[in-house]
Every structure is written in structure tokens, then in C-alpha cells.
């Protein structure tokens, strides 16, 4: 069940049992890594709670915080269905790049297929932050170039960050 309100012509947020959601128990694990998520091919607000519930059960890593759950148009490739994102912020001891190939095997796991940049997906996992690095690899960018120029991170964003 979730209850939504209209921010803006185009975007919706949506608020239900996880998201957003708080977790106050103190977490043993060293890094504190903000997680972008989103998707929008199928049942997404619903993959989402498969998602929370897939983490939670998951001793790697602890669930500190989630987002509400924002519909947005697409960007880029504009002629999909709109995506639905939220944040999440975790605890995890992994490394940054550990933590990016665990990331990449549960978008597979969630039936993430890759096809053209921008394309229509199931679930879409960005790291935003690991803790204040910077890193940039070949394969790994932190913070994500891009985060501050998007309303699909910055409006769940302002609700978990402060």
C-alpha cells in the first residue's frame, strides 16, 4: 500500500512500508555507502521491497536508511516507461570495487540485462557516496558524476541526507 503525492507535473512520490524507512540500530560494518536505485520496466515499486527485504537478509551488508519513492521521466533515451528511484543508504565492510561487483550481481539477480546506455531496466544500482572518497577507476567513479544534476537522486536525496 502506498500513499503518493503530486511534487510537480511530472513527478510523483510515493511513500510505503520501507521507504522510506530508518533503521536506528548501530551497524559494526565500516563503510557507509549511498546506494541510488531505480527501475522501470515491470512491477518496480514491488521489486523494490523484494530488493529492502534481499539486503536485510544479506549479513554483508545493513540497511541504515531509505528513501521515498519518486516517479520521474526518463532521461537520455526518453521513449520508455518513467522510472521509479529511491536511495538507500548501507553499511558494508567491502571494498569500493568489492562492493560495486556485489551491487552488479544483484541488478542480475533482479533480471538486470544490459543493452544500450539509458535503456529501459528492472533495477538499477549506483553507488552515490562511499563514505567522502574520491575515486576514479576505470570502472568505478564516487561521487557518481552526475548525481547533482538529477532530480531522481537529489529530491529522495534531501529526505535521507542531514
Known amino acids: 500500500m502506498y500513499r503518493s503525492r503530486r511534487l510537480s507535473k511530472e513527478l510523483l ?13 548501530k551497524s559494526l560494518k565500516r563503510h557507509s555507502v549511498t546506494v541510488g536505485i531505480g527501475g522501470n520496466t515491470g512491477d518496480v515499486r514491488r521489486r523494490f521491497e ?3 527485504f534481499y539486503l536485510q537478509r544479506d549479513r554483508r551488508v ?9 516517479k520521474n521521466p526518463p532521461f537520455g533515451y ?20 568489492k562492493f560495486l561487483d556485489y551491487l552488479l550481481r544483484v541488478e ?7 543493452s544500450f546506455a539509458n535503456a529501459p531496466r528492472t533495477l538499477d544500482l549506483d553507488i552515490l557516496f562511499f563514505d567522502n572518497r574520491v575515486i576514479k577507476t ?18 529522495p536525496l534531501a529526505g535521507v541526507r542531514g
Open 108 to 114: 542480475k539477480k533482479f533480471g538486470r540485462k544490459r
Open 138 to 155: 576505470k570502472k568505478l567513479t564516487v561521487p557518481h558524476p552526475s548525481w547533482h544534476m538529477r532530480e531522481s537522486v537529489v529530491i
Open 78 to 97: 526518453k521513449e520508455q516507461d518513467d522510472f521509479f528511484n529511491s536511495i538507500m543508504i548501507l553499511q558494508t565492510s567491502m571494498t569500493p570495487q
Open 62 to 70: 545493513d540497511i541504515k536508511q531509505t528513501s521515498l519513492i519518486l
Open 50 to 52: 523484494h530488493l529492502f
Open 13 to 25: 512520490s510515493f511513500y510505503g512500508l520501507h521507504f522510506p524507512y530508518a533503521n536506528k540500530k
